[in-house]
Each structure stands twice: as structure tokens, then as C-alpha cells.
């Protein structure tokens, strides 16, 4: 996957500006997961073996977006569970591309072509799907 100029420019300008004031550790992607629960029961994933009380819980976006401002990575992995069953994962998107960060929602797009005009066409919005499992 070729990644867009913008993105090696904000991230670079993001690395060089860190080094430039000294900060020798910083971040560079959030791996912000606001939900466990998943639309699939993949044997190589161990969330699945989580209790029915922890898969139930999620983020809002206010969390989202606090933790976002906290990091100030300008990257942000949302991997899941299945992001796209969090019912304010548009609003939570929305926020963090209204920040100018760059967002990656991974999903096993089974939801996608359902969902997918929740979410406004962004150069800060990449899908990524990943397919899981022994079949072809």
C-alpha cells in the first residue's frame, strides 16, 4: 500500500520537529481500540475468550478523542474487535480527522458496504481490511 505524500509529510515533519526540541522517545501511531466485541469468532483471536462483561464495553468519543490529544501521535490505528459495530465509530472517526490525524480502521469489512456511507471520503481515512481464517 503506497502511502500518501501528505501523510510521509506530516509524519515526517512530526519526527523532525521531536528531534529538533530534543525528545529522544515519542509516539507515532495510537493503537486506540474502543471495543473488544467482534462480529467474528477467529480461533487465532484471543479476545474471544474474554468475558461477555468486557466485550460489552467501549470507548465514546469523547475518550476517543482525549486519548487522541493526549498522544498526539499523528497516526491512529483503530484496530477491534470490529471497529465498525461501535455505533459512534462515524462520530469518533469524524473527530479524530477534524484533528488532522491520520486514521487507519482495520475491519474485517463484513459491515463495510453497509457502513461505509457513515463515513465522508478523507485523505486522513484509510480502511484496512484484513481477512482471517483457513478458508480460501
Request: net charge positive.
Amino acid at each position: 500500500m503506497a502511502v500518501p505524500v501528505s501523510q510521509m509529510y506530516t509524519v515526517t515533519k512530526y519526527v523532525l520537529t521531536q528531534k529538533l526540541r530534543g525528545v529522544k522517545r515519542y509516539p507515532l501511531v495510537l493503537m486506540l481500540e474502543p471495543l473488544f466485541r467482534c462480529n467474528l469468532a477467529c480461533a487465532g483471536c484471543g479476545k474471544i475468550q474474554y468475558p461477555d462483561h468486557v466485550l460489552d464495553k467501549r470507548l465514546t468519543p469523547a475518550q476517543c478523542w482525549a486519548a487522541a490529544d493526549e498522544c498526539a501521535a499523528p497516526i491512529i490505528s483503530i484496530p477491534g474487535g470490529e471497529p465498525l459495530i461501535h455505533p459512534e465509530m462515524p462520530e469518533i472517526v469524524r473527530g479524530l480527522v477534524e484533528r488532522q490525524k491520520y486514521v487507519y480502521l482495520c475491519t474485517n469489512a463484513i459491515l463495510m458496504e453497509r457502513k461505509l456511507d457513515e463515513y465522508p471520503a478523507s485523505k486522513y481515512l484509510t480502511f484496512s481490511v484484513h481477512m482471517d481464517g483457513l478458508r480460501d
